[in-house]
């Protein structure tokens, strides 16, 4: 059996991410795929269990050294019980959030080494990688707006870090994007759905030739 697809959506809060996930889900299906749609941290029961005690709570809930630790337990049940049995059974993986985000958020926003989350990825990861990473690219102050207006129910602690902390997030995006070109493409996530659509579907069908 031919393996499946693995594709990780990555950005700044209020980018759009969900929603674009979800209508590449929808077209891929179209298209008679078999497609995984999930999200991090959670994708399996554990995963989810763990979500909780990561996106609710005040912004000092956790440290950023803690939090990565608890962010990269979640990944490993999410890859050992979601991704990869779903990547050999042939299934198309779109994922919004993935490891990316633990080197912008706990790494660049946090301050934890760089080099102690890339001993993390590589052995909870191991050869666990996506085939493409879409990162969705809004300036902060925009993307914290969109989700300032989202249900309050549905914001998080990490929407509420601040400015100067969500600039981080996109800059350290942005690098990673530029440091990995084989994997990653940029979307400009600041028109409306329907055109950044069309951008991930041209990145897709150029990458992965679904």
């Known amino acids: 059996m031919t393996r499946g697809r693995f594709i990780s959506f990555e950005g700044g809060e209020g980018a759009g991410k969900s929603t674009q996930a979800r209508r590449l889900a ?14 991090e941290p959670g994708g399996t029961a554990g995963a989810e269990s ?13 440290s950023p050294l803690s939090e990565a630790l608890l962010m990269y ?29 633990s080197r912008a ?16 990825e590589k052995w909870v990861l191991e ?7 879409l990162i969705f690219d809004l300036p902060a102050e925009i993307g914290l707006e969109r989700a300032g207006l989202r249900d309050a129910a549905a914001q998080g602690r990490f929407e509420a870090k601040g400015l100067k902390f969500h600039q981080t997030l996109r ?3 942005l690098a990673i994007a530029k440091a990995h070109p084989e994997r990653c493409v940029v979307i400009d996530a600041s028109p409306g ?18």
Not at 105 to 119: E, K, M, T
């Open 73 to 101: 337990a979640a990944r490993r049940d999410h890859i050992e019980r979601l991704i990869r049995p779903g990547l050999a059974r042939g299934e198309w993986i779109v994922c919004d959030r993935f490891a990316d985000s």
């Open 127 to 133: 050869d666990t990688r996506p085939d493409l990473t």
């Open 171 to 173: 800059t350290e995006f």
């Open 105 to 120: 958020y706990q790494g660049a926003g946090g301050g934890v080494d760089p080099d102690f989350i890339s001993a993390l």
């Open 50 to 62: 763990l979500r909780g005690l990561l996106v609710e709570g005040g912004t000092e809930r956790w």
């Open 193 to 210: 759905p329907d055109t950044v659509e069309d951008q991930i579907w041209a990145a897709v069908s150029a990458r992965l030739d679904p």
């Open 26 to 39: 929808e077209r891929l299906i179209a298209r008679d795929h078999k497609v995984n749609l999930t999200r």
